[in-house]
């Protein structure tokens, strides 16, 4: 019998918002750079009777911005309040967690179905191997984005969560993945078999994410093979050792008990409010997409393929505004952009905004390709070349360094082809008699000669005009 297997991931993501003080209270939030439980105050400490602040604006103001980059439906006019969320553990004084409902739901972002995004407050640090909790970062506002099950392997995951974070640097204002956890849900389907949902909590980097899921798939399926049961269940991930072990089943599940903070002001979001958010922020990528179809006139896929690393976006934006918006600056600028410097970052595994190429260093390469100075085979070793180098060399450089201009000169042409038909007697005499396709092999010689630097039509003229 052959395996069948398929499998579901859903995502809770929680990133830090990178406001200077904390959602309720004016603590600073660089906890990282102070002693312990220093920057604290009664009400981040979970004093009995401390009342907190309204919530952080430009935390809210950031929901916002992640929200309308995500595409979601924003809640307008409606109450929305922060939640007390109970259980108890040493990091959270208070003994509850304060999370705010949805601000936007029903987004989408790859494809992938974004329930929701709200905001909450992290809890301190606790090491439980020092039996020490340090409160400085207990209220540092987070942005916390429910996905749908909709991730279908591992590698999806950990492509949504690569583009997500990518997504985040472009937006400013959030910490990225030195602040991230993840709870990540898994369930499999194998040989027909249903197993129930299994959320591993916290894992804190995209490549966690990545082995959680490998590793899941692995156990889960090993259980139903032996004829076992997949119950719902809460897992947690042992980074040292790469697995994930049991912390409770669905019987002893956590009872939240949510309830709403009678001491926290709900907020009302209106489109005045998120008109003026959006004046601050970068436009999002399915605005970008509609406009670049619409402004530049290129394909639907063009649009998607560039838009999908927005610093990208910005060099072809930027490559199209320096040679000016018409069809062949802006057909040439796809060509460089979306198919060959796309296709060699790729290759390198880099983005461009991590690559050390500039902006200007396209504009020169794409330059040196319209005015002939360099063929197109050229052209994509130097985005290599670029590439490779980390752009520590601008392309005019490498053509010098490699000597790596066009052959323009027809006298210089005709040279290489008067040495390249010395070097063909056999393909010259069979062009000779008539089989037309031996100049091919001629071509090739005089192409092998000037190191790819000759433009093929003209080798084909002038050669014409010697042997016919
Ligand atoms: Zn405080």
Redesign the pocket.
Known sequence: MSDELSMKCGLEIHVQVDTNS?LF???PTNYKDVEPNT???????GHPGAKPMPPNKEAIDVAIMVAKMLDCEMVYDKDIYFQRKHYNYPDLPSGYQKTSVPIGVKGNFLGVEITEVHLEEDPGQYKPDLGTVDYNRS?TPLVEIVTEPDMKSPEEAREFLRQLMRLFRYIGHLRGEGTMRADTNISINYNGIQGKRVEVKNVNSIKGVFKVLKYEIIRQKNVLRRGGEIKMETRAFMEAQMITKSMRSKETADDYRHIPDPDIQPIVLDTNWVDVVKERMPETPIDKEKRFVEEYGIKEDDAKVLVSDLELADVFEKVVSHFGADAKSIALSVTWIRNELKRVLTYNKVDFVDSGLTTEQIVELIESIANKTISQKIGKKIIELMVENKGAKSPKQIIEEEGLTVVGDDSEIEQFCEEAIKNSAVAVEDYKSGNSKALNSIVGQVMKLTRGRAEPGKVVKILKSKLD
């Open positions: 904390k209270c004016m603590c920057n604290v105050c009664p009400v981040c400490m209220g």
